[in-house]
Structures are given as structure tokens and as C-alpha cells.
């Protein structure tokens, strides 16, 4: 992972525990609860150095915050980090312990934050997590909750690809376009073989050699993790963990656009300027990436049908259009396009709290 430097400090809480069953750092990050209760997953990783799970967990949140208010929910920002040391590794006792010990944090924040599954993370334990608190969405089917939310994640990053594509080649079809898929996990797997099936010529990778048998299924051609954005392709789609596009990544980018599900791709900030200069299309992961989150939030609160959840996941690829269209227009980048009009819906939210 890449050593980041902790971002500015704009949050309204933040909770940074040991475990006290399992002795794991653990942090619930609140940055934003103007729209209502927080939302966001609970990431199981390993990091060099515990401030690189809080950095995580800040940036993390603060995402969710964007990716909440431009998806339109009633949501704030929120997120979790349950940190391992290099070459720590849970036995399924001390999992266990780490997810309670979780519930617990989550609990301390009296309902301002609602967890959820994320990265490293599953359904089952979510279940552990409900065992402390209510304060947890996202649970198994088998026990009536909403279930994983990578399918709907997929569908999103699905959408906003055909939205890309239509503006880089104008057409959404995915068929014969070179497409990078960088991550083969619950969501970029999905995805890759969604896109496969559509006839897409492929090209994937994956930090887990395990992955690598999906190529013969795919009918995809493999690239040395790390080599990934040297291939040539119509759009590269980052699947992983963030930070992966830094200023090197994004000099030697060979592809047209990028579009994907992973949260904060972009090393620095500056880089959706610096894509913009090189000319490749960036759109922004926090719209492009709220699937998963538009399902669990709507699902939690019984606001519509599966049809009608599904079909405002699908309509990201739409929201994508018009950012693209608001930052061709007025001369900037879809980044700074996305993150106004998450902006205008928390500037709302701040205005109705005060009157």
C-alpha cells in the first residue's frame, strides 16, 4: 500500500481504539452527519503503521460524505478501519473478537454512524457486528438482512463505463473496446465478467496470484500487478485499494479514461488536474462507485422496491453525464464537477439544520 500522508482533520468524530478482546487499533471515522446518519463500511487491511489506518479511515470517510450527497441519500459520510500489521493474520476466534470489538466502537457513536461491509470485510461479519450494536446494515439474506452489496456497486461502475465510453467513443457499447480492469474482488470480478460476456477485449490483474486463474474464464489477457496502466486500452478501471493513481501512474497512463470502483484512486488531489492535462477522461469514483451504498441505505429504510432500488443504481451512468457535461461546460474537471454538486446538497442540509 502506499504510504499517504494524513489528510487535513474536518471530521466531527473520531474514535481510535485497541480492541479489548483483540488488541487490534480499530477506527470509526465520522466526518459528516448534516444529511443524517453516517454510512460507510468497515475495511479489514493491513497497514505498515497504525496512522495509516487512521489516514485510511479519514480519507475513507470523507469520500463517503461526497459519495453520499451526490448519490442523493439521506446519509452522511462514515467509515471504519480494523488495522493488521504486516503478516498478521486472524484465526477465526480473534476475527470474531475484532468484530465485537468493532460493534462496540460503532455503539460509542449513539447512532450517528451505521456500518456496513467493506473491503477485507463480509455479511457474516456484520452479524458479529449486530451481536453489539443496531447500528450495522448489510446482513447476511439468511437472516433477512440486504445482503452484499458488490452486485449493485457493479451495476453503478457498469453505468458510468457505458457513460464513459459513449463520451470518449460515441457509443456505450463495451464490445470490442480494450478495457484494464485493475482488481478481481467481489466488485471488479463482477464487473469483468460482465464486461467479458459483452465482448470486451480484457486485459485484468491482481495483487492475489489466486485470481489469476479467472483469465482463461474471462478469456482475458493478464498484466503483472504494477504494469497494469502501461497497457494500452480505451479505459482503465481501477478495482482496489486507493491511492494507485499516482504522478508516475498517471504520466505513464496509456488509456483514454478512467472509471472504477475503487475509493480514492488518486494519490493527490491534483491528479484529476493532472489526467485532465494528458487528456484522459477521469470519472469521479465517489458517484461512480455509490451502487453499493444507494442499495444498503435505500434497503435499510424501506424506500422502494428491489425494481425501483436496481433502477436507481442503474441511473448513475446518468448522473455521470451530467457531470461530465457541467465540467465540458464550464471548463473544468469532472472532480471538481462532482464534488460541487456534493456541495450544493450539503450546503441544503446545513441551511434546513439552522433555520
Known sequence: ?????????????????????SGLFI?????SSVLGSALGGARLWTYPHWSDALGDALRLSAAMTLKNAAAGLD????????ALMPGEELDAGRRRDAFLDLGDAVESLGGLYRTAEDVGSTTDDMLVVSERTAHVVGLPDAVGGSGEPAGPTSLGVYSSLRAVLE?????????????????LGQVGGRLARRLAAEGAVLTVTDVVPARRELVEDLG???AEPGTEHLVDADVFVPAGIGGVLTDEVIDALTARAVCGPANNPLADHSGAERLAGRGILYAPDFVVNAGGVIYLDLEAKRI????????????IGDTVRRILDDAERRGITPLAAAEELAAARLAGGVAQARS
Open 167 to 183: 463520451r470518449i467513443a460515441g457509443s456505450p457499447d463495451v464490445a470490442g473496446r480494450r478495457i484494464t480492469v485493475s482488481g
Open 304 to 315: 422502494g422496491s428491489s425494481d425501483e432500488i436496481m433502477a436507481r443504481v442503474a441511473g
Open 27 to 31: 477506527a470509526v471515522a465520522l466526518h
Open 1 to 21: 500500500m502506499n504510504r499517504l500522508p494524513l489528510p487535513e482533520f474536518a471530521h466531527e468524530r473520531v474514535e481510535v481504539v485497541s480492541g479489548r478482546r
Open 75 to 82: 446519509a452522511g459520510g462514515g467509515k471504519s478501519v480494523i
Open 220 to 222: 482475458a489477457a493478464w
